[in-house]
């Protein structure tokens, strides 16, 4: 029987954050879904609570050091210490090199890298402190280079050695910290990519799958059940990974 403890999700109101942040509610954990706009967090909460788990919505930009700490703050307060964080939150800004803007740049470093940081910080003292804790990070196979997308390949690779650093710091305090890199998963975001280059979802979906060598795309939910397992208590010798949820081979 898993024990019960307090998670974090960041990104949470949709996609591989929604599914996650239910999964881990299935696991038995009290979860808080984190997400720019705390009313758009009101699904996932509810599809939670209504299966019977405890749920809280917290609104917060991952990117300001004021609104994490209280969130991480208002978390431990209302739901118990959290010993479980998965930082999901992203977003892209796709543009070739030439196209880019420094905006552009700084918006994805700030919310991936800069916000994992952040809610890392704030959540490690609890995990440390409670000598129990498991951090897992998204990155992505973009992070080994994606046409148009130079900014948020750059994040998810740093992301991949932010959780390798912090698998040797946290260790000794009981504490994993791991990386899920998906491959192509039917989101609302790879349907903007879809837009963005100017195809259907379907055609792109399609494509993609005839690429991958299960033959189909990843849904939420493949993601999430890698996430639960690294989350176990059963995972506590795994630490450091990155861990390719892609349908194939991915170095």
């Known amino acids: 029987m898993s024990t019960s403890r307090v998670a974090i999700v960041t990104g949470a109101a949709r996609g591989i954050g929604a599914a996650t942040a239910q999964r881990l509610a299935r696991d038995g954990h009290a979860v ?47 739901l118990g210490a959290p010993t479980i964080l998965v930082n999901n939150a992203g977003i892209i800004r796709d543009n070739l ?24 910080k704030a959540a490690q003292a609890y995990m440390t402190q409670e000598k129990w804790g498991r951090i897992v990070n998204l990155s992505s196979s973009s992070a080994q ?15 991949q050695g932010f959780s390798k650093t912090l698998a040797i710091e946290l260790g000794r305090f009981g ?9 192509f998963i039917q989101t609302e975001m790879t349907k903007a990519t879809a837009e963005r280059m100017g195809v259907s979802f379907d055609d792109f979906i399609a ?21 639960s397992f690294l989350c176990s208590e059963e995972a506590g010798f795994v630490s450091g990974q990155v861990i390719y949820v892609a349908g194939g081979p991915l170095d």
Request: proline fraction near 3%; glycine fraction near 8%.
């Open 97 to 120: 090199i030439f196209k880019m803007s420094e905006d552009d740049w700084d918006a994805v470093m700030a919310v991936h890298l800069r916000g994992a940081f952040l809610m890392t």
């Open 207 to 227: 494509h993609s799958a005839s690429q991958i060598p299960v033959q189909r795309v990843g849904q939420p939910e493949d993601i999430a059940a890698t996430i």
């Open 145 to 159: 280079g994606n046409r148009g997308q130079a900014n948020y390949s750059a994040a998810k690779a740093g992301l």
């Open 32 to 78: 808080a879904v984190l997400d720019l706009d705390e009313a758009a967090c009101a699904a996932t909460v509810e599809a939670i609570t209504s299966s019977g788990g405890r749920a809280l919505a917290v609104g917060v930009d991952v990117s300001k050091a004021d609104q994490v700490e209280a969130a991480v703050k208002r978390v431990a307060d209302e």
């Open 175 to 183: 504490v994993t910290a791991n990386a899920v890199a998906p491959g």
